[in-house]
């Protein structure tokens, strides 16, 4: 074991003194464009205009860990810009049979109430598309206010915007980079 850990530490200081560049001493390595993650979609995305989606439809998750999953996919939940955008990808949804279901995406309004963003690009929300009365920051009985912003078709209208609790579990959309 001891002699595990000598190894372990002397592999460490060797990688610790390897010459980096002395310009950027912290900076992390990008990955390379042969990266999986960056350059080889093993999954299933649909490009609408200039966008390219992934639907999460195989099971539902909180918002924190819709966005994981993204993520961990090279990709962040979907941010939603403009009139084009959303008409898009609401024909998609509705296209793929899920037109009454709902679906996270990045938009939440955790940093101030009221005030929403998304949290993929950092950028205020300013297309909207709310159902009627909402966003309304809903509180339930366990104290729960709701601060993310999922698509719903609440009024037989077609998805629109509600912001719900951010622990309820639903599908999600994710976005690949441009
Ligand atoms: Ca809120
Ligand atoms: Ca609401």
């Known amino acids: 074991m001891l002699k595990f850990l000598f190894v372990c530490l002397a592999l460490a ?16 390595e990008e990955p390379s464009k042969s990266s999986f ?41 979907a941010s939603i810009e403009s009139q084009l955008e959303n008409d898009q990808l609401e024909k998609h949804i509705k296209e793929f049979g899920f037109g009454n ?6 938009g939440t309004d955790q940093g101030e109430e009221g005030s929403f963003f998304w949290m993929s690009t950092g ?3 300013t297309f909207t598309n709310w159902n009627a009365g909402e966003p309304n920051n809903f509180r339930y009985e366990n104290g729960e206010e709701e601060h ?26 994710c976005e690949a980079p441009m």
């Open 123 to 125: 950028r205020p929300v």
């Open 37 to 77: 993650l960056t350059a080889h979609w093993t999954m299933p995305l649909s490009k609408l205009g200039e966008r390219r989606y992934y639907l999460g439809t195989f099971f539902k998750a909180n918002w924190y860990k819709s966005a994981k999953f993204c993520n961990y996919h090279g990709m962040q939940l």
């Open 148 to 173: 993310c912003l999922e698509l719903w078709n609440r009024d037989g209208k077609g998805l629109k915007w509600n912001d719900s609790p951010c622990s309820f579990e639903t599908y999600f959309v």
């Open 101 to 106: 279901e709902h679906f996270w995406t990045a």
């Open 13 to 28: 200081s060797v990688g610790y003194s390897a010459p980096r560049d002395e310009k950027c001493l912290n900076c992390v």
